[in-house]
Structures are given as structure tokens and as C-alpha cells.
């Protein structure tokens, strides 16, 4: 193993690395999609945790939509991670030909059974612009941080089809957005996310994802924050010294405000607590799902955008997916539901329920 392979194996990424290839030795390296298509009101997220544990590799695999609330979970053996691209495979240890996930670039799998099945191909990408740094920044440079994290994909289209219990959705040209996450056991003690499309101009695109991060005695709370504007500019907001981002949140509203380089940002968004999914998040060394993270696959969402005090865009969308997540958090959100805290997910109560 080469200096930069070692290198590479704490998680980090040197300047003008690529973030989307597998980090081999880091402890968990999860792919997201999210899938949003505004005329139906229908979004999917697929997930897939490549984690590393004393037993070998595993996955945590997650399958969900609205406004079904369909939701599927599993703990599967067997992962690979691509370290020369963007690629996964989850639930590889008795189906290495079919695993029970498959991801890339162009293509995504998902078979957790015949009532959950998702098979999306992708086209028109709008691939991360900036070739110095990834979704973290400079923070991508320092070794064994708890969470790096990258939106690699923020626009394009998505066509296929999916089996969520008893219904199948058929997508043509939908809008896509997929990012990565990856670290040392899983995820931090606390943490925000929230992702948008569905606006009046459907090449926009929000992301932004903080937490507290650290590394060894090095601790910070840091909220990255990207925005691909409708004329396909993409900015980065987050670095706390030169482009900080001001974040206050609960399971209900999320508030951030960034400014730097000219660019001032401002995002207020909610959603209904009852309305979020329980999603596992894994423990790596402990070969297990826990429940983690509570999601909203829709919610309200509003930004503004100026440059040198100049107005350069607004826009609101009602398809936001926002998250906070936390083990306590998540686990009272369990017990107020009525259910077992021992469960690794839970549906949304729906509306109509």
C-alpha cells in the first residue's frame, strides 16, 4: 500500500482528490439517492451502508417513499465499495450476480424483495463542478474525521420503475440527486441534512449536511451547504472562518444562514414531526442497525440567494427532505409512537392515519 492509499484509508482525500471513489479501511461508506418527481408529488430514497466490522463487511440497505410511507430496512452480509469509481453493492454474501443493492453513476438497483424493487437509470447528470474539493472542503483533507461528506450528483433524470408493497410507480425523467457520506463507526452523536428540488426551476438544487464533527481531540460543529442556482452556477458555503454557516434546528424547523465570496444564503424549511421516518443507522463494529435518524421525505422549503447584496434567486418548494438525526432523539420518537425503541426503523404516521 502506497502513501496515498494509506492516506486515503483515514477517510481523507488530498486537493484535487475524488471523493466519489471507496475508502478502504474507513469504517462505513454510505451512498444515497434521492429520487423527486414534482408533477405526481412521489419521492424514493434508496440508501446503502458499506460497513466494516470484526465480521466482515455489511450493509445497511433502506428503501422508502411518499406519500405511500412505504419503508424497507435490512442488515444484510457481504458489501463492496468501487475504489476506482462511483459504485456499490450491498447484500452481496449469498447473491454476489443480483445483490440485493447495486449502485453507480448510471444506474441504480434495488431488490429487497417482490414488493420492494426500484430499477433507475440515470441520464442528463449534473456532476459535482468543483475539481479541488468535494462537498467538505478543506475538511476533506484532514485524516479520520468522524464524517466526510459529498453531494456528488446534484441534478439530472431519472426513468424506471418501482414495486412499494402493492403499488408500482413508473418515473420518466424524474430529477435525481445522490450523495455520499462515509467515516469512523457510522455517524456523529448529532446531526441536520436537509436536500431540494421540486422547485419552479428544475435545474436548482439544495444540500447541506452538519453535525459535530471530529478527530481525535479536534471537535467542531460544521454545517456544509451547497446550492446549484437555476443558471447552473454552484456555490459551497461552510468553512467556519471564510464562509460560515449559521444553523439552529429541531425535529421540526431547520433555519441556516451563510454567507462568503459575496454570496449570502438564507433557508428557512419545516416539516411535521409525525410525518418522519424512523431510518437504522448502523454500528459497524457492532455488526447491527440501530434507530438513528428521523426523516422527512417531504417537507416545506424556502431560500434566497444574493451576491454583493444583489438579489440573485428565491425559490420554495413543498418535496425538502430534511433530517435530524441522533440514537436518543430518534429512540423517543419510537417510544411516543407506542413502538419497541429495539426496532431499526418506522414508517411515518400518514395523514390519513
Not at 492509499?5 to 469504517?27: C, E, K, L, N
Not at 420492494?116 to 484532514?142: E, I, K
Not at 436536500?195 to 436548482?204: I, R, T, Y
Not at 440514537?327 to 407506542?338: I, K
Request: glycine letters at 12%.
Amino acid at each position: 500500500m502506497n502513501f496515498l492509499q494509506r492516506y486515503r484509508a483515514t477517510g481523507a482525500d488530498p486537493i484535487f482528490g475524488s471523493p466519489t471513489h471507496a475508502h478502504p479501511g474507513v469504517a462505513m461508506e454510505g451512498y444515497f439517492w434521492r429520487i423527486t418527481d414534482p408533477e405526481s408529488g412521489r419521492v424514493i430514497i434508496a440508501l446503502c451502508g458499506a460497513n466494516q466490522g470484526p465480521e466482515g463487511s455489511w450493509a445497511t440497505i433502506g428503501l422508502a417513499a411518499w406519500p405511500s410511507g412505504f419503508l424497507r430496512t435490512e442488515a444484510l452480509d457481504g458489501a463492496w465499495t468501487d475504489p476506482a469509481g462511483l459504485g456499490v453493492k450491498g447484500g452481496t454474501a449469498d447473491r454476489q450476480d443480483s445483490p440485493a443493492f447495486r449502485g453507480g453513476k448510471d444506474r441504480l438497483q434495488v431488490d429487497l424483495g417482490a414488493d420492494a424493487q426500484l430499477d433507475l437509470t440515470f441520464h442528463d447528470r449534473a456532476a459535482w463542478p468543483h475539481r479541488a474539493v468535494g462537498g467538505s472542503s478543506g475538511f476533506q483533507m484532514v485524516p479520520k474525521l468522524n464524517q466526510y461528506w459529498h453531494p456528488w450528483l446534484l441534478g439530472g433524470r431519472a426513468s424506471g420503475s418501482a414495486t412499494l408493497g402493492d403499488q408500482t410507480w413508473e418515473f420518466n425523467n424524474a430529477q435525481v440527486y445522490a450523495e455520499k457520506n462515509w467515516g469512523s463507526e457510522g455517524f456523529p452523536d448529532s446531526w441536520w441534512w436537509g436536500q431540494a428540488q421540486g422547485f419552479d426551476e428544475p435545474e436548482a438544487c439544495v444540500a447541506f449536511a452538519g453535525g459535530l464533527v471530529t478527530a481525535g481531540p479536534m471537535k467542531a460543529e460544521v454545517t456544509g451547504l451547497v446550492v446549484k442556482l437555476p443558471d447552473g452556477r454552484v456555490l459551497r458555503l461552510g468553512n467556519p472562518i471564510i464562509s460560515p454557516v449559521n444553523t439552529h434546528t429541531s425535529d421540526e424547523h431547520w433555519e441556516l444562514s451563510g454567507r462568503g465570496f459575496g454570496w449570502r444564503v438564507k433557508i428557512a424549511a419545516a416539516a411535521p414531526l409525525n410525518q418522519a421516518f424512523v431510518l437504522p443507522v448502523p454500528l459497524p463494529s457492532e455488526h447491527r442497525n440501530v434507530p438513528g435518524d428521523l426523516e422527512h421525505l417531504v417537507g416545506d422549503l424556502k431560500i434566497t440567494v444574493h451576491r454583493f447584496g444583489k438579489h440573485v434567486w428565491s425559490g420554495k418548494t413543498s418535496l425538502a427532505a430534511l433530517e435530524h438525526g441522533g440514537l436518543d432523539r430518534a429512540r423517543a420518537e419510537l417510544l411516543r409512537r407506542g413502538l419497541d425503541p429495539e426496532r431499526t426503523s418506522a414508517p411515518p404516521v400518514l395523514p390519513s392515519e
